[in-house]
């Protein structure tokens, strides 16, 4: 079945130093959408990008992730932490059911000054 | 805009006790989603319903109960608590299918004593 691997539950790191969180799927989906969720603390979980094209990078709210469907990997990142991205972000699928969106385990994001 | 209310925020329970948390959108969103959350487990799909009246089950249905009696409220019943759970429900709806964005409600925290 369809599956999202976020291998790394918590990554720390330094303001200002590059982020990066992994996301691998699988699926037998050939069309899949790839999705990044942020969850902020006593706040609602909320979109932060998606996408369906290989290849083609996607931007919002400085962060970016290119969909990869040789390697079956979304990777979100940003170029410059800031202590405001401390969250818990989510990586999603949707694949072979149009309905059911299958989320990852979640990696929590700890920006330290 | 819209917005997702979920009531109780705060819930605590008996064990065997049968517990029903609700959920409202005035999005007049097709699709609803009933999700539990678990540190490290990340967000796993409880049911689902495209429709009024209509009922999926996700992959964690075991145990709970849903109604959607209406566009606008999805309901989810617990039908035996038990001892010492500790989880956030987090209630979504979508427009239409999983390629919609998912919006969420701020979630019902559940305590089992």
């Known amino acids: 079945g369809d599956s999202v691997t976020q291998k790394e539950g918590l990554v720390t790191l330094t303001e200002g130093l590059p982020v990066m969180l992994n996301c691998t799927y699988q699926?037998?989906?050939?069309?899949?959408?790839l999705f990044w969720y942020v969850h902020y603390l006593n706040e609602s979980p909320r979109l932060l990008l998606k996408?369906?094209?290989?290849?083609k990078r996607t931007e919002h709210q400085g962060f970016h992730a290119t969909l990869h469907k040789s390697s079956s990997s979304f990777h979100l990142q940003k170029s410059s932490a800031q202590l405001s991205d401390s969250a818990l972000y989510y990586c999603?699928?949707?694949?072979?059911?149009?309905?059911?969106?299958?989320f990852g385990k979640g990696t929590h994001l700890h920006v330290l000054p | 805009g819209g917005i997702i209310t979920q009531t109780p925020k705060f819930l605590i329970g008996q064990e065997g006790q049968k517990l029903t948390l609700k959920c409202q959108q005035n999005f007049n969103h097709d699709t609803m989603y009933w999700y539990r959350q678990d540190s490290g487990k990340g967000l796993r799909l409880i049911y689902y319903s495209i429709t009024e009246n209509d009922l999926q089950k996700g992959d964690l249905s075991e145990g709970y109960d849903a109604s959607r009696e209406k566009k606008s409220s999805f309901s989810l019943t617990v039908t035996s608590a038990q001892k010492n759970e500790m989880a956030v429900f987090l209630c979504?709806?979508?427009?239409?299918?999983?390629?919609?964005?998912?919006?969420f409600g701020p979630g019902t925290r559940l305590l089992v004593l």
């Open positions: 979504a709806s979508s427009p239409g299918t999983g390629l919609d964005t998912q919006y």
């Open positions: 996408s369906s094209t290989d290849n």
């Open positions: 699926t037998i989906y050939s069309n899949a959408f």
């Open positions: 999603a699928l949707m694949g072979t059911n149009a309905y059911k969106v299958i």
